[in-house]
């Protein structure tokens, strides 16, 4: 038997598994992505398969050509059983994108799993993000409010923003109000001393700089070369303020 054959009776029935397994499949196989049956089943969320598999030695720490695990695939999936199982049996090998990817699709209970698992909050990923720099920027607001609590909320990436600048750069106004709320910082400079409230005030986001100004934002405060945000929003024609 070929692995495509095991991965299409994992999507099938467990006992299918169990016969596969009798039968000699080995249970780590790898298709040419380097994906494992374990992995498939966490992708699909077929928590029942987990953990068949998981009981009869498949190995959590394989890993696919991309550097994913079945753990990695249980986040993005936002299979909240599956990445219990995998965790509370002692699999946190490696942490790194964990919380990212569980924050990207705004998968809250899976993230509260890794939470709880003891995933540190503030690894850095691609672009020295952390978890709530992206979940700010896709605007799941539900997530920003649980990793308000515990993370770093004015930690800058490589490009010098914060996960306020991020959602305030697309206009995500509930997410903005709960990073205030939790205690971000409304006038840290980025890129040319940029506040949030410039970013805001170029775009025209008339709510944004409203909320940004009943949180105490400077509206004096000037850049690198001297300019105001209202200097900015008047020279791209955002008068309506």
């Not at 965790?87 to 942490?95: E, Q």
């Not at 205030?180 to 840290?188: K, N, R, S, W």
């Not at 009943?214 to 945000?229: I, L, M, R």
Request: net charge neutral; hydrophobic share 40%; glycine share 8%.
């Amino acid at each position: 038997y070929q692995f495509e054959t095991m991965c299409e009776k994992v999507n099938s029935h467990p006992s299918f598994v169990r016969l596969l397994l009798k039968m000699g499949v080995s249970i780590d196989s790898q298709d040419t992505s380097g994906m494992t049956p374990l992995m498939k089943a966490a992708r699909n969320c077929n928590a029942d398969k987990v953990n068949i598999l998981f009981r009869c030695g498949a190995k959590p720490k394989s890993k696919d050509r991309e550097g994913r695990s079945a753990l990695h695939y249980a986040a993005e999936g936002g299979c909240t059983e599956s990445a219990a199982t995998l965790v509370m049996a002692g699999r946190l090998h490696d942490c790194n994108g964990l919380l990212h990817r569980a924050a990207l699709c705004g998968h809250i209970e899976v993230l509260k799993v890794l939470l709880d698992a003891g995933v540190p909050v503030d690894m850095e990923a691609l672009f020295r993000r952390t978890a709530l720099h992206i979940a700010a920027l896709e605007g799941h607001t539900n997530v920003v409010a649980v990793l308000v609590a515990v993370a770093a909320v004015d930690k800058k990436d490589d490009r010098q923003w914060t996960a306020l600048q991020l959602a305030v750069r697309e206009g995500h106004t509930s997410v903005i109000k709960t990073l205030l709320d939790g205690g971000a910082a409304v006038d840290t400079e980025g890129v040319d001393r940029w506040t949030p409230l410039f970013n805001a005030a170029m775009k025209g986001q008339k709510a944004v700089v409203a909320s940004l100004l009943d949180h105490g934002a400077d509206p004096e405060a000037k850049d690198s070369v001297g300019s105001t945000p209202l200097i900015e929003a008047s020279c791209r024609g955002r008068y309506k303020f």
